[in-house]
T-cell receptor, first 116, second 111 residues
Framework: DAGVIQSPRHEVTEMGQEVTLRCKPI?????LFWYRQTMMRGLELLIY????????DSGMPEDRFSAKMPNASFSTLKIQPSEPRDSAVYFC??????????????FGSGTRLTVV | GESVGLHLPTLSVQEGDNSIINCAYS??????FIWYKQESGKGPQFIID?????DKRQGQRVTVLLNKTVKHLSLQIAATQPGDSAVYFC??????????FGGGTRLMVKP
């Protein structure tokens, strides 16, 4: 398996532009997570999907952020309009299980976003 | 508990020595714990896990110890190598499949 695949690896955009980050989870995994990592705040959970349905989006910082999971093999995180403070590394992770199953998350390599 | 701050705690060890990285958690209901390793420019990678009904689990060169009484988790790395240099995160599972991550500890291995 190729693991969790994120694209692009790096994104540089101007303030005010729309940014779309993409994620392909591991086939068969039923949970998908979007995280943001910064030096100031560490790893922050933005949103969590289970079976393609958003379960918890309380970590989404504001209405400029939105996430979708149209099918089990694809998710997007969109920022519109982007601001310099959105600069961070965004990770997607997927997982199989929950309940009695003990499976950790498998993380992608991340997208480093720079908003200038 | 978790720490999210500007400065990561740093552990500096000599190559070949053993390393011990510590983590405190706050939720006594956490039933499953994981240690992740994050190298520069990469996503966190699973190292080892432990269920709350265990107090020790060993892997290859790594051991995780769990003390539920004081809500403390540790990762021991035997014969630390330069390739072990990374940031290490502990994570605890709370309700359902949700993991809560600690702030991380940076391990630096001196040759």
């Amino acid at each position: 398996d190729a693991g969790v695949i994120q694209s692009p690896r790096h994104e540089v955009t101007e303030m005010g532009q729309e940014v779309t980050l993409r994620c392909k989870p591991i086939s068969g995994h039923n949970s998908l997570f979007w995280y943001r990592q910064t030096m100031m705040r560490g790893l922050e959970l933005l949103i969590y999907f289970n079976n393609n349905v958003p379960i918890d989006d309380s970590g989404m910082p504001e209405d400029r952020f939105s996430a979708k999971m149209p099918n089990a093999s694809f998710s997007t995180l969109k920022i519109q309009p982007s601001e310099p403070r959105d600069s961070a590394v965004y990770f997607c992770a997927s997982s199989l299980g929950g309940g009695l199953r003990n499976y950790g998350y498998t993380f992608g390599s991340g997208t480093r976003l720079t908003v200038v | 508990g978790e720490s999210v701050g500007l400065h990561l705690p740093t552990l500096s060890v000599q190559e070949g020595d053993n390393s011990i990285i510590n983590c405190a958690y706050s939720n006594s209901a956490s039933d499953y714990f994981i240690w992740y390793k994050q190298e520069s420019g990469k996503g966190p990678q699973f190292i080892i896990d432990i269920r709350s009904n265990m107090d020790k689990r060993q892997g290859q060169r790594v051991t995780v110890l769990l003390n539920k009484t004081v809500k403390h988790l540790s990762l021991q790395i035997a014969a630390t190598q330069p390739g072990d240099s990374a940031v290490y995160f502990c994570a605890g599972r709370d309700a359902g499949n949700m993991l809560t991550f600690g702030g991380g500890t940076r391990l630096m291995v001196k040759p």
